[in-house]
C-alpha cells in the first residue's frame, strides 16, 4: 500500500517552528530564623482509629504491624522484600507488650492528664482524690499504677498493682470484651474477676454490666424465665363435703396403755399409751 505523494517526499512536508516561552521559576525563600513548626502526631490514637476495632487482639496485632513498618522505614540498612515478608510477619509477645503499654500511655495521657502531672510534680497544695484514693504512682514504664494493701500477698505484681483505665473508653470496652470472651461467656462477677488480675476501672460492675448485656452469643443462650404453670383443679374427694364426712363417721378408735415394769425392782420402769385409728372403706 502507497499513501499520498506528499508523505514520501520530504520536500512536500510542511515547516513548523515551534514556539518557546521563556517561564521563569518563582523561588520561596525562607528566613532561616524562621522557625519551622512540624505537624506532629501526638498518641497512637490519632494513627490508628479504635473505633474500626471490636476485638482487642486485632487492635493489638494492626497496632505491632505499624510499628514495623514505622522501624523498617527509620532503617537505612539495605532489606530484602521477600525475606522480610518470610520471616517478619510474626509477632512475638514483646511486640503484643509494647502495644498494650502504647495504648495505656496513650489513653491515660488524655484521661488522667491532671492526675499524671500531679504525680509528676507532687505539690502539697493541690492533691486530687483520685490519687490519694487510689495511692497512684507512675512505674518505670510511664503507666500509672495503683497501690493497695496487698503488697505482702502471693499475688503477681499485676494484680498487686493494676494498671488504672478510665470507665468510658472504646479501649476499655475491647479490654472487658476480651476478659468476657476469656471467661468463656461467664457472667460480670467471674468477668470482673478477670480483669482485676491486671486493671483498675471505675465503677466496673456498671462497665461490665454494659458490655455483657450487649454480647450476642451470652443473649441467645439466654431466654427468659420458666414461666409458672397454671394448677389444674382440685380433685373431687378435696372438695365435695358429703364423700368428707363419710371418711369421718366410718372410723374406729381404739386405746390401750403399756406399763413398763423393772422386774429385779419390782417397780413401774415407765407408762406408754397408743392410740389406733381404723378407717373404713
Same mark, same amino acid.
Given at each position: 500500500?502507497?499513501?499520498?505523494?506528499?508523505? !514520501?517526499?520530504?520536500?512536500?512536508?510542511?515547516?513548523?517552528?515551534?514556539?518557546?516561552?521563556?517561564?521563569? *521559576?518563582?523561588?520561596?525563600?525562607?528566613?532561616?530564623?524562621?522557625?519551622?513548626?512540624?505537624?506532629?502526631?501526638?498518641?497512637?490514637?490519632?494513627?490508628?482509629?479504635?473505633?474500626?476495632?471490636?476485638?482487642?487482639?486485632?487492635?493489638?496485632?494492626?497496632?505491632?504491624?505499624?510499628?514495623?513498618?514505622?522501624?523498617?522505614?527509620?532503617?537505612?540498612?539495605?532489606?530484602?522484600?521477600?525475606?522480610?515478608?518470610?520471616?517478619?510477619?510474626?509477632?512475638? #509477645?514483646?511486640?503484643?507488650?509494647?502495644?498494650?503499654?502504647?495504648? %495505656?500511655?496513650?489513653?491515660?495521657?488524655?484521661?488522667? !492528664?491532671?492526675?499524671?502531672?500531679?504525680?509528676?510534680?507532687?505539690?502539697?497544695?493541690?492533691?486530687?482524690?483520685?490519687?490519694r484514693q487510689l495511692?497512684?504512682?507512675?512505674?518505670?514504664?510511664?503507666?500509672?499504677?495503683?497501690?493497695?494493701? %496487698?503488697?505482702?500477698?502471693?499475688?503477681?505484681? !499485676?494484680?498487686?498493682?493494676?494498671?488504672?483505665?478510665?470507665?468510658?473508653?472504646?479501649?476499655?470496652?475491647?479490654?472487658?470484651?476480651?476478659?468476657? *470472651?476469656?471467661?468463656?461467656?461467664?457472667?460480670?462477677?467471674?468477668? %470482673?474477676?478477670?480483669?482485676?488480675?491486671?486493671?483498675?476501672?471505675?465503677?466496673?460492675?456498671?462497665?461490665?454490666?454494659?458490655?455483657?448485656?450487649?454480647?450476642?452469643?451470652?443473649? #441467645?443462650?439466654?431466654?427468659?424465665?420458666?414461666?409458672?404453670?397454671?394448677?389444674?383443679?382440685?380433685? #373431687?374427694?378435696?372438695?365435695t363435703i358429703r364423700?368428707?364426712?363419710?371418711?369421718?363417721? *366410718?372410723?374406729?378408735?381404739?386405746?390401750?396403755?403399756?406399763?413398763?415394769?423393772?422386774?429385779?425392782?419390782?417397780?413401774?420402769?415407765?407408762?406408754?399409751?397408743v392410740l389406733v385409728?381404723?378407717?373404713?372403706?
Amino acid at each position: 500500500m502507497q499513501g499520498p505523494s506528499w508523505i !514520501s517526499d520530504e520536500n512536500s512536508w510542511p515547516t513548523w517552528t515551534p514556539q518557546v516561552k521563556q517561564e521563569t *521559576l518563582l523561588l520561596t525563600t525562607t528566613d532561616d530564623n524562621e522557625k519551622m513548626n512540624p505537624c506532629v502526631l501526638n498518641g497512637i490514637s490519632k494513627i490508628i482509629d479504635i473505633s474500626r476495632f471490636s476485638s482487642l487482639k486485632k487492635l493489638l496485632r494492626v497496632t505491632c504491624y505499624v510499628f514495623k513498618f514505622v522501624n523498617l522505614c527509620k532503617s537505612k540498612r539495605p532489606y530484602n522484600l521477600r525475606k522480610y515478608a518470610r520471616h517478619g510477619k510474626y509477632i512475638t #509477645k514483646d511486640e503484643i507488650d509494647r502495644a498494650t503499654r502504647t495504648w %495505656i500511655t496513650d489513653i491515660q495521657n488524655g484521661k488522667f !492528664s491532671s492526675e499524671k502531672e500531679q504525680l509528676v510534680n507532687p505539690s502539697k497544695d493541690k492533691n486530687l482524690p483520685l490519687v490519694r484514693q487510689l495511692r497512684l504512682f507512675i512505674d518505670t514504664e510511664g503507666v500509672i499504677r495503683c497501690a493497695g494493701r %496487698i503488697h505482702n500477698s502471693q499475688l503477681d505484681d !499485676s494484680a498487686k498493682f493494676p494498671v488504672l483505665l478510665p470507665k468510658k473508653n472504646q479501649f476499655t470496652d475491647l479490654i472487658i470484651l476480651n476478659a468476657h *470472651l476469656q471467661m468463656l461467656h461467664s457472667g460480670a462477677g467471674q468477668t %470482673i474477676t478477670q480483669i482485676r488480675q491486671s486493671y483498675w476501672i471505675p465503677s466496673i460492675r456498671q462497665c461490665v454490666n454494659h458490655i455483657v448485656q450487649k454480647c450476642v452469643k451470652c443473649r #441467645k443462650v439466654t431466654g427468659k424465665a420458666f414461666p409458672q404453670q397454671i394448677s389444674p383443679p382440685l380433685p #373431687k374427694d378435696r372438695v365435695t363435703i358429703r364423700f368428707r364426712l363419710r371418711q369421718l363417721v *366410718l372410723i374406729s378408735l381404739d386405746h390401750y396403755s403399756l406399763k413398763i415394769m423393772d422386774l429385779l425392782q419390782n417397780r413401774i420402769f415407765a407408762y406408754s399409751h397408743v392410740l389406733v385409728f381404723v378407717p373404713y372403706t
